[in-house]
C-alpha cells in the first residue's frame, strides 16, 4: 500500500522551531512521494515570515549538483492565486526572456504550470493552490538531458494530485493544547 506523505508539516514543524519568525502554517501539503521507489532527500529548508521552502534531490545529490529536485514551498501572501502566478511567471522570464511557460486552471482553482529553460537546463512542473494564509507550491524539476518520459509523466501526475490538509501541528501550536 502507497501512503500519502504530507511532507510540509514535519518540514516546517522542523523550521518553526528553530526560527521563531516563522509562521506555523494553516495547512499542509499531500502528495503521494512514494508513487516514485527511489530515494529523495532534503537537501536545503529556509523560512522566515514571508515563506518557507524545503528542496528534496535523489540520494548522493546535493542542492548544487542535481539531476532531479522536487521543491515544496509556501508563500505567505494575500494576493489571489492569479496575480501571484503572474508574479511568478514576470520573475521567471526577467530570469531567462526565452523561456516557455505553460499553464492550465484546474477545476479546483488551483494552477499547474509547466516551464523549459534551456538558460537554466531545466524542465518543470509546478501546482499553485491557494490557502487561507498563502500560496503552496510543489514542483518537481529535471535536467534536459536526464528527462526520462516515464518519470516525468509519474512527477507530473504526482504534483497534479497534490492536495492541501489541515495542519495536524496548528491545533497543538494553540493555547492550552
Known sequence: ??????????LLFTLTAQAADVPTPDLAMAFRMGDDPRNWTLVFKNGNQQSIIAEFTIDKEDIDHWSEMVAQQIDFVALPLDEHFKGWVAMLKGADPKIVITDKHLADGS???TYDSI???ELSVRRFIKGSDGVYMLAYHVRHHLRKADIW???TKIVSNASLLPN???KSAAPGN
Open 1 to 10: 500500500m502507497r501512503k500519502t506523505f504530507p511532507v510540509v508539516a514535519a
Open 153 to 155: 509523466d509519474r512527477w
Open 168 to 170: 495536524p501541528q496548528k
Open 119 to 121: 538558460a537554466f537546463d
Open 111 to 113: 494552477i499547474l504550470a
